[in-house]
């Protein structure tokens, strides 16, 4: 089965410090998203992303954070100053074009800030 | 915004027994997912639900999506060790994004 791969899987910063987290979709998919989940907690939504631009945001994703797909392949999360706070495990996932289309999750970047 | 809660929030199950975890919106919803995330794991789909009322199996495992589409469960009959996970729900309304409840965590004692 096709995957999403997230790198690097773990990711230590200090606290102020700019972070980028990687995420390569599956090719053929049109929809991106990045989720997060504190340790023990619920994945929360993020950001989605399609046609280039930034679809939905949550109220977590503030100026703080920006997305980009720089390239046909890439898909990255930039953080830039972070916070003690945003210490979780990000998830980025992305789906097809139809609306039943499932979300794929890759294996995740954990995500520790000092 | 959008708030999907389920409950329990953990369940300890024997071996054998049956469980059942409930997700409810605040809102009504264009159509509901469920997910299974492993220890360590990430989450990973499981099925999902359009239709009002409708139930779908898969082996042991039941979903239903309630009449006014707020409202979802997902039954597992004579559970097994290899059940053990947390079950979110996650809800769209028409959007792109889903809101994943609050997650059930399964144990599971052999």
């Not at chain 1, 690097?8 to 606290?15: A, D, F, R």
């Not at chain 1, 995420?23 to 280039?52: A, M, T």
């Not at chain 2, 071996?15 to 995330?37: H, P, V």
Request: aromatic letters at 12%.
């Amino acid at each position: 089965e096709p995957e999403v791969t997230q790198t690097p899987s773990h990711q230590v910063t200090q606290m102020g410090q700019e972070v980028i987290l990687r995420c390569v979709p599956i090719s053929n998919h049109l929809y991106f998203y990045w989720y997060r989940q504190i340790l023990g907690q619920k994945v929360e939504f993020l950001v989605s992303f399609y046609n280039n631009e930034i679809s939905e945001k949550s109220e977590i994703f503030d100026d703080q954070f920006s997305v980009e797909r720089p390239d046909g392949s890439n898909f990255t999360l930039k953080i830039r100053s972070t916070k003690l706070e945003d210490s979780a495990m990000y998830f980025c996932a992305s789906r097809g074009a139809a609306s039943n289309e499932k979300l794929f999750f890759g294996s995740g970047t954990q995500l520790s800030v000092l | 915004g959008q708030q999907v809660m389920q409950i329990p929030q953990y369940q300890h199950v024997q071996e054998g027994e049956d469980f059942t975890t409930y997700c409810n919106s605040s809102t009504t919803l264009s159509n509901i997912q469920w997910y299974k995330q492993r220890p360590g794991g990430h989450p990973v789909f499981l099925i999902q639900l359009v239709k009002s009322g409708e139930v779908k199996k898969q082996k042991r495992l039941t979903f239903q999506f309630g009449e006014a589409k707020k409202n979802s469960s997902l039954h597992i009959t004579a559970t097994q060790t290899t059940d053990v996970g947390t079950y979110f729900c996650a809800g769209s309304k028409w959007g792109n994004q889903f809101y994943f409840g609050t997650g059930t965590s399964l144990t599971v004692i052999p």
